[in-house]
């Protein structure tokens, strides 16, 4: 069937380009072992991750959804030695995990977890001063995404890249009556930037080992 075949090739696709990787296998296997959904992005994903940082020339990256710092790593490894990465994740578990995760890929200088509800860790940081990223992948509770895109307009520059995941959902993005709130997040997070001059975005479809679903991907312009 599609779904197998979409596997497959995400199989061929990281067979052939995406090195085999100790460490990123190791954290994988330590996700599963401490019982964490498997809900991380496909190594295939990580990978345009990194690429897209370098693309960038990133020095300070935002993310929001830490879980096993999976997508973590792969972006920090695209940090100069000097950069940053601040990721913020709402259960102690996942953090704590991340945290080993971290240690054993040797990032602990570029990785900082703020562990805690999102919002609240983006309010304490602006009270902080902390400065713009360059940088920015929302990965975490749905419903919450137009928050976040403000948030991520907040903590912005002209020319800050911002990427949304998950906003396809199997196509259920385009049924309007969804009763799912996850759905409904995502709907407001395109009418957002609709209508906000401040971001040039897109969105992508694609298939994969992780079922149908896409991303936004978007440059802040002022
Ligand atoms: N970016 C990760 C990766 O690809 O490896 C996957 C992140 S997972 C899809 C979403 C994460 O967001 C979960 O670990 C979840 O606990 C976290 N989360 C959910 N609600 C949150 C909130 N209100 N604040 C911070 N994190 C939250």
């Given amino acids: 069937n599609q779904a197998n075949t979409w596997d497959k090739v995400d199989q061929y696709v990281t067979e052939r380009l995406i090195p085999h990787d100790a460490v990123l296998e190791k954290v994988l296997f330590a996700n599963h072992q401490a ?3 498997a809900i991380d992005v496909t190594p295939n994903q990580g990978k345009l991750l990194n690429l897209l940082v370098q693309m960038k020339g990133a020095h300070r990256i935002l993310e929001i959804g830490t879980l096993g710092g999976y997508s973590t790593i792969w972006m920090a490894r695209a940090l100069p030695a000097d950069g940053q990465l601040i990721t ?3 259960e102690s578990l996942h953090a704590q995990v991340a945290q080993a995760n971290i240690t054993l890929a040797q990032l602990d200088g570029l990785i900082t977890i703020r ?12 009270e902080e001063g902390v400065p713009p990223f360059d940088f920015i992948f929302i990965d975490a509770d749905k419903p919450n995404n137009p928050n976040y895109l ?9 020319g800050t890249v911002i990427i949304g995941d998950n906003v396809i959902r199997d196509g259920e993005v385009i049924n309007e009556n969804s009763q799912d709130p996850r759905v409904q997040g995502v709907r407001q997070f395109y009418d957002l930037l ?3 001059s401040r971001i040039s975005a897109t969105a992508i479809q694609t298939v ?4 149908y679903d896409g991303f936004v991907l978007g440059i802040v312009s002022s």
């Fill in 35 to 37: 019982g964490l959904p």
């Fill in 88 to 90: 913020l994740e709402l």
């Fill in 115 to 126: 562990v805690g509800d999102a919002l609240a860790q983006l309010a304490q940081m602006k």
């Fill in 150 to 158: 403000k948030w991520a307009l907040h903590f912005s520059h002209p």
């Fill in 194 to 196: 609709a209508e906000e």
């Fill in 208 to 211: 994969g080992s992780k079922g």
